[in-house]
């Protein structure tokens, strides 16, 4: 014992510098070890930071939108060139030339063709239509001066919100020098005012970005989201309730097995490709309807409801349909009695999960027609829709550069829906879950 | 309207049925044992009517439309019945928008307006048969299910038996998408293959899929090479995996070795948002900030990077399937025995010693089916893609540069309306069996390499 001791003991005496130096060389190797793992999850989350900080800085603005108050002679003999004083005969009237006049009262100056064609361009061409709508509800109005908060075009609308400034080229900002001098002259009078905007939640499409809004495509999606719960869930818990309780260890439910694992992990673009296929050209289902929507994402969700609800199954101890079948249970009456309600908060998470993966699908419902421009919410699940994703998608196409915030905005909400979704499930989990 | 009348009243009968079965069971326990409680004696008869009434609705939902059709031609003038396929589909079409909206292209020739009022009629009218014949047949089968009912009635091993039927029934629905799947694929790809040669498809090293609209067009062959779609998937592929893999994989390996349980609840869900995000925002955000970004970088070098560069899209796409690595090695490292540990740390090793020279190797299969599965991933990936990708198909391996996918060819040659036999129509199927062929061999292996892994330790 001391010999060996000893030993040692002389051994380190040799070379003591060395030993001491490997194992100072081994901690900074586990140190630098331990930090390359720290490192990677902070970029996982600064890139996760920087993503939703984008959309967020960018999304805000695209919930509000600018006004301008003006006095609108109702000119008669513009606004109902026939003088009949009905809803027919004003419609006919020429709005814009009312709303250029407005604005002509309080600039004066603005002379010559180019010039007052750049004043009546700082509404949005949406404004008419507004006022026409408004003149054709109560004729009455023909004849009066009317004071009203009117609808500003996307580059006024950006000019106010700061994304564009006075001192960029003008090019870049869209407005002539001219414009700008107005724009300031207006908000300098208090006549300007930028509020929040309910219409972007209940207006459809647009093809100008200051009246575009998601209500039609938050319709469509809840449509397409309902057919796609009323065919996914029953199918996907019956199909999972035999795999686990029913079916024989053979061949066959292996192959079922194998094939719901593969099934979940195909690109789901695939699924497109099926439903352009199966359902549009071979059973002739309508284009664009959220019903073929829903039965494409329901076939894409299937797989992840039948295998969370097997896990949920699973997770119910074998005791409880033992203790079911001695008291004179039958197999069915075990699993629909005893185990299904004990699996209940599993299979309602794994059913949120999916909802919120379909949600946010976008490349199927492209191939069957869903990207189309729908101004008019859908009413049935016949009727042309569109889907909030693809309305992002849409939005995020186009060229002009107030739909960037429309689109932020957009993501935003549809970020909030799937966030929401996720809460529920976590609270699901964690107020059901049960440790056997 | 008529489906959701004949759905409603279905249901009614069903639950009428419930409810006189029931009660007729109960008054059989009065006087007598029953072998079923008489729930089931009702959920007996409810089950036969929703049988027989949604089996001749989904009949008449599959044939009806078929029918119709055919009865509106043989009533059009013969003249027009003799037309060519897509010359009678236009008059069709223009007698059915005139019926639904009043619009058509030219005035309709009276007997067009006539076939179209009959066309109506007979729908109208089957509409109704089609209700009265389903309530019928729904009230029948309730009918007959109720005289079997008796105090030994077997109900219970009855609805049962019916239950059973169902759930094996949902559990092959997954069957049948699959064999969907494959024979739409297969159907279209053929037909594609008869324009174009397979090896042509497969080996050929152009792309552009313009077909010509006149016959003596420049250019208008179209050439169907697939080459530079599969290299240009590739190389966003293997772009995105360089950012995946390591950082998935440390990530992993922090969270399964280091990190406590506290930094777990945290740092866990947080990677699960980034699997969370919708694919169309990450999409978004590659061509918002990740595009520009390269290209100023690029600028600020003097190296020309095109705005839809291979890169940008690669790069974003990495982060999107960071969390799928991460989740997929976590796990398998988990399963790795605490005691391969205990030894290694028991030997002197340090944690990133066991971790290197232990934990890894042990849990490289399962690693490996992890990155396999990320790499089928990344390849059907879509929207990412079509957002930030380019559109036009350079054979090239330059990441600055912009390079096209399958999915971007997919999506772009079937957005919008198409017709259905144009070689560029169907070569997007071409394109789909290979994407799925690609993936489902990925995912089979990399599956099998899990499992296999798994059960190594359990």
């Known amino acids: 014992m001391t010999d060996t001791s000893l030993d040692r003991g002389a051994e380190s005496l040799v070379k003591p510098d060395l030993s001491a130096a490997r194992i100072r060389k081994r901690h900074r190797a586990e140190f630098r070890f331990k930090a390359y793992g720290l490192f990677a999850i902070a970029v996982a989350v600064a890139f996760l930071t920087l993503f939703l900080g984008t959309i967020i800085v960018r999304g805000i603005p695209g919930f509000f939108q600018t006004y301008v108050l003006l006095d609108v002679d109702i000119a008669p003999e513009v606004a109902d060139p026939s003088g009949a004083g009905t809803p027919d005969s004003v419609r006919r009237g020429n709005y814009s030339v009312l709303l250029r006049d407005a604005l002509l009262q309080d600039f004066p100056d603005a002379s010559g063709r180019t010039e007052r064609r750049d004043l009546a361009n700082i509404l949005s061409p949406i404004a008419r239509f507004n006022l026409q709508d408004e003149v054709v509800a109560d004729p009455s109005l023909v004849g009066q001066q009317v004071q009203e908060w009117f609808l500003m075009s996307d580059d006024a609308d950006r000019f106010f919100k700061g994304i564009t400034t006075a001192d960029m080229p003008a090019d870049q900002r869209r407005l002539t020098d001219q414009q700008v001098a107005w724009l300031q002259a207006l908000e300098a009078e208090g006549k300007v005012e930028t509020r929040f905007d309910w219409n972007f939640f209940t207006v459809g499409n647009s093809a100008e970005p200051e009246a575009a809004g998601m209500g039609a495509a938050i319709v469509g999606s809840l449509l397409t989201m309902m057919v796609m719960l009323i065919l996914c869930v029953p199918v996907g818990v019956l199909a999972a309730i035999y795999l686990e309780e029913f079916a024989p260890k053979n061949k066959i439910t292996d192959i079922i097995e194998i094939n719901i694992n593969n099934l979940a992990a195909v690109p789901s673009i695939v699924f497109g490709l099926l439903g352009l296929a199966v359902f549009l050209s071979f059973f002739g289902l309508p284009r664009s309807a959220p019903l073929v929507g829903g039965i494409v994402l329901a076939l894409m969700t299937l797989p992840t409801i039948i295998i969370t609800t097997r896990a949920a199954l699973k997770a119910v101890p074998p005791s409880i349909r033992e203790g079911a079948v001695a008291l004179g249970a039958s197999k069915l009456q075990s699993v629909t009695h005893h185990v299904l309600p004990l699996a209940l908060p599993g299979i309602l998470t794994g059913t949120i999960i999916g909802l919120a993966q379909a949600l946010g699908e976008t490349a199927p419902l492209l191939l069957i027609g869903m990207f189309a421009f729908v101004q008019e919410a859908p009413n049935g699940i016949l009727d042309t829709a569109t889907v909030i994703p693809v309305q992002i998608y849409s939005w995020a196409d186009q060229a002009e550069r107030a739909y960037e915030a429309k689109t932020s905005a957009a993501i935003m909400v549809l970020l909030f829906f799937l966030i929401s979704m996720n809460a529920v499930a976590v609270l699901l989990r964690r107020r059901f879950e049960r440790r056997w | ?458």
């Open chain 2, 1 to 458: 309207m008529t489906i959701l009348i004949v759905i409603v009243a279905i249901a009614l009968i069903a639950l009428a049925g419930y409810l006189m079965g029931r009660q007729r069971a109960e008054l059989m326990a009065a006087s007598s044992v029953i072998h079923s409680r008489p729930g089931y004696h009702g959920a007996f008869i409810a089950m036969w009517s929703l049988i027989a009434g949604f089996a001749i609705l989904l009949f008449w939902l599959i044939f009806e439309p078929a029918i119709s059709r055919w009865l509106l031609i043989s009533w059009l003038p013969a003249a027009q019945q003799a037309l060519p396929e897509s010359e009678l589909n236009l008059v069709i079409t223009n007698i059915l928008n005139q019926l639904s909206s009043g619009i058509s292209i030219g005035t309709l020739s009276p007997e067009e307006v006539a076939a179209g009022e009959r066309y109506q009629g007979f729908r109208d009218a089957a509409s109704w048969i089609m209700i009265f014949v389903a309530v019928a047949i729904a009230l029948a089968a309730g009918w007959l299910a109720m005289r079997q009912l008796s105090a030994g009635f077997r109900a219970r091993n009855r609805v049962e038996r019916i239950v059973r039927v169902a759930m094996i029934v949902a559990s092959t629905i997954a069957i049948l998408t699959t064999f969907g799947i494959v024979f739409s694929l297969l159907f279209e790809a053929m037909r594609f293959f008869t324009r174009v040669p397979f090896f042509d498809f497969l080996f050929g090293t152009a792309w552009s899929p313009q077909t010509a609209i006149r016959a003596d067009q420049v250019g208008g062959s179209g050439e169907f090479g697939a080459i530079p779609l599969i290299a240009g998937t590739l190389l966003i592929t293997f772009i995105a995996m360089c950012i995946a893999v390591p950082i998935g994989l440390f990530s992993a390996i922090y969270m399964s070795e280091y990190a406590g349980p506290r930094m777990r609840s945290y740092a866990k869900p947080l990677l699960e948002i980034l699997a969370g995000i919708p694919t169309v925002v990450y999409g978004f955000f590659a061509v918002l900030v990740m595009a520009p970004f390269f290209r100023n970088l690029g600028d600020s070098l003097g190296i020309p990077v095109s705005s839809e560069s291979a890169l940008a899209a690669g790069v974003v796409m990495g982060i999107m399937i960071i969390p799928f690595v991460s989740s997929l090695s976590d796990d398998v490292m988990n399963a790795v025995p605490q005691t391969l540990r205990d030894g290694a740390l028991a030997l002197g090793a340090t944690k990133s010693e066991t971790v290197k020279q232990v934990v890894l190797p042990a849990a490289l299969p399962g690693i490996v089916g992890a990155v396999l599965l990320a790499v089928s991933r990344a390849i059907g990936e879509t929207m990412i893609v079509v957002m930030a990708a380019g559109l036009a198909a350079n054979l090239t391996a330059n990441p600055l540069e912009a390079v096209t996918t399958i999915t971007v060819q997919i999506a772009t040659l079937l957005v919008g309306d198409q017709e259905f036999d144009s070689a560029k129509t169907l070569s997007a199927f071409a394109l789909g069996l290979l994407l799925f062929t690609v993936t489902l061999a990925l995912n089979f292996f990399a599956l099998r390499i899990v499992q296999r892994y798994r059960e190594k330790y359990d």
